[in-house]
């Protein structure tokens, strides 16, 4: 077998312009370590200088503290905000997915959209209604619902509008942070929401749960009573702590895998009913507007997604040679079964490894090792779930959903909602990446 | 003890529990629909929670003057925030088309329910009754969605016929 110079065989490639068996990762991890060692000599010329002692190693370090900061020199990893001075507006605040790795989204970095700013909620003060179509109305303090059987579970929350401005004729130029920040993840803990609709008594006519916040707007939203007698949840830790602010303090309800306008945060009030409340949320944000004028409402499920967070826009590769494609899959219909990657723009995909635990309703982070010969390059990736649902590729979502009339020029707005397809990335001789489409 | 009896114990247990929630906290505290009473503000399409009381178009211009122009600008067409009246069609405007209570809502309620617990902003819930009712009557009116004068009340609300009632497509109807 030809050997090259990184030390790889040429029959380890298994798709086209340097995509690398997915199983380089696992039983030959050390040949490839070591390969990206030699590279780092033979890509440079020279050999690494004398090591010191560092200044930082012969110094009395800082002083621990109760709640810990980040590193000074981690300040750039934040969230971009659409409205920071807090105007009567919506204000997004986006999850910086190319700063980040893994698969949960630290509790600072977790996207939010507030409509009239995050309550200040007491949680000694707090309550909780449950009432409309049950034999027993009842109402639960924080305390109370903090002595029920705990579970805990692994969730994306995705706004129904995240990726919109790739509803773009042409490829915006942002990075995933911009395209795809309204998406997080996180272990959210809390009490079955059927638990407590079992105890309240549904009544046979009740089919769906109108959940209400206690922020300023109270913002409701109607759950259909098969989703809230599956898997949702009333959480109230995010990632092992408290849910913040922004996120539903003290309480939110979470609805694994459907639009995240539905996960209801400061949640108050829990309505059955025998129909759709129609909600100002569900009647107009969430009713995406299809090519024929028509449009789709209860649309509720985010749809099975994926999205390569490294390398991406933003970043420039250096020298060629080994590297690590890598990003996040998700799908509201149950668990990442697969995910390819192509860098080839599209003419060849080879399966990526699934970092596990996989998890249903979560992020799943792939990796597939690259060989980059410094050639012009187009990466991407494709997802499929367990319940067989695939990625579409953009010219069947185009197809099916359209795309806008003039390009897209507000990163911030939402010409749409519901984008679901492949992001694309090429990468020049240079190193340089742009957003593209395939 | 043996399996069997253990097993004979546990189905007594079964036999013996009323229904399967009995065996969860019930640390709930019990309250009345009554007592829900200001938190129960959802109003649905079929007109249940409407509240008594009406409002008229008349009626609803002189409020809208006080408490909406700001933000919503003269006769509702927009600016800063939010075009409450406009006759521009959704079709053949793209996927991207503004979405107005003429052309796209499909629910005369959903204007009701908004306004009453989101509106004005930000004192909202300070609105009478009736003085939701007359702003609804003179948006509707605006918008040449009701005649004019008509009044608007708990019956006649849930009735209108919203242009674009027709338009919508179920999703996932097997997750409903």
Known sequence: MTKKKDGLGALDQVAGNGLMSRRLLLGRGAAIAG?????????????????????WGR??????????????????????????????????????????????TPNHLHFTIVHTGAPDIDPAQHKLVLHGLVKQPLVFTLDQLARYPMESRMAFVECGGNSAPLFSPEPVQATVQQIHGLVSNAEWTGVRLSTLLDEAGVDPRGKW???????MSALSRSIPLKKAMDDAMIALYQNGERIMPGNGYPMRLLVPGYEGNMNVKWL??????????????????????????KAFKFYFMNEVKSFITHPSFGTTLGEPGYREISGVAYSGGGRISRVAVTADGGKSWADAALQGPVNPQAFTRFHIPWRWDGSPAVISSRAWDEAGNVQPLRSEFVAARGETKEPVKNLLGFP???????TSW????????????? | MSISKRAGLFLAACLVAPAAFAQTPQLGTKITEVDVGAWAITVLPDGTNLPKGSGTAAQGAKIYEEKCVACHNTGGKGGPYATLVSEAPLQGRGIEAP???????????????YI???????????????????????????????????????????QVKMPNRDNFIVKFPDKI
């Open chain 2, 99 to 113: 979405k107005t209570i003429r052309n796209f809502w499909a629910n005369a309620t959903t204007v009701y329910d």
């Open chain 1, 35 to 55: 390969a990206a060692g030699s590279l780092a000599l033979g890509g440079t010329g020279a050999n690494a200088e004398p090591l010191k002692d560092d200044e």
């Open chain 1, 426 to 438: 090429g990468i020049a001789s240079n190193g340089e990446i742009k957003h593209v489409y395939i």
């Open chain 1, 59 to 104: 110094s009395q370090g800082t002083t621990t503290k109760e709640v810990d900061p980040r590193s000074r020199f981690e300040d750039k990893v934040k969230r971009t905000l659409s409205n920071p001075n807090g105007e009567p507006r919506t204000q997004h605040a986006r999850t910086p997915h190319h700063l980040l790795n893994g698969t949960v």
């Open chain 1, 416 to 422: 749409n909602q519901h984008y679901n397809s492949l």
């Open chain 1, 268 to 293: 108050r009030r829990l309505q059955v009913t025998d129909q759709p409340a129609m909600t100002f949320h569900e009647s107009r944000n969430y009713s995406p507007v299809l090519p024929d004028g």
């Open chain 2, 116 to 158: 009453r617990r989101a509106m004005p902003w930000p004192q909202p819930r300070t609105l009478s009754d009736e003085e939701v009712y007359a702003l609804v009557a003179y948006i509707l009116e605006q918008n040449k969605i009701i005649e004019p004068g008509t009044v608007m009340d708990a019956k006649s609300l849930p």
């Open chain 1, 209 to 215: 749960v109108i959940a209400e916040g206690g922020d």
